[in-house]
């Protein structure tokens, strides 16, 4: 199964970090990793339409793991969801966790397994005290 993951913050700098941090670590080749953060323009914020474009652009096997970090990133990955078709809603996952904590734990994860269920665990296991 191929994942890609969905990086969306603020800022794009925050979002391009952790981006090349999760490529230094994850063995995964069916993995693809997206920077999504700031404006389409380069400024502070968000932007819905660069979520979906990236879902509409992938071929129907694959599984997008979207992860934000506050606010209106986080309304917008939870957007998306509204404005794709129902056979992308079933690919579509939202992973409420700690943006950093939470993609890097699914990225390690990923080069494991493609187990989906075993993947969102793994990052969920980042808001507990101790998941190291």
Known sequence: MKYNLLLVSHSQKVTDGLKELIEE???????????????????IGSDVTRITDIIEASDSDTHFLAFADLGSAVLN?????????????????????????????????VGVTDDLNTIITEAKKTVADKWY
């Open 25 to 43: 670590m994850n063995i995964s080749e069916d993995t693809e990793i997206y920077s999504l953060g700031g404006t389409r323009d380069g400024g």
């Open 77 to 109: 990955v939870e957007m998306a969801l509204d404005l794709i078709n129902d056979e992308q809603k079933q690919r579509y996952h939202l992973i409420d966790v700690p943006l950093i904590e939470g993609a890097f734990a699914a990225a390690i994860t």
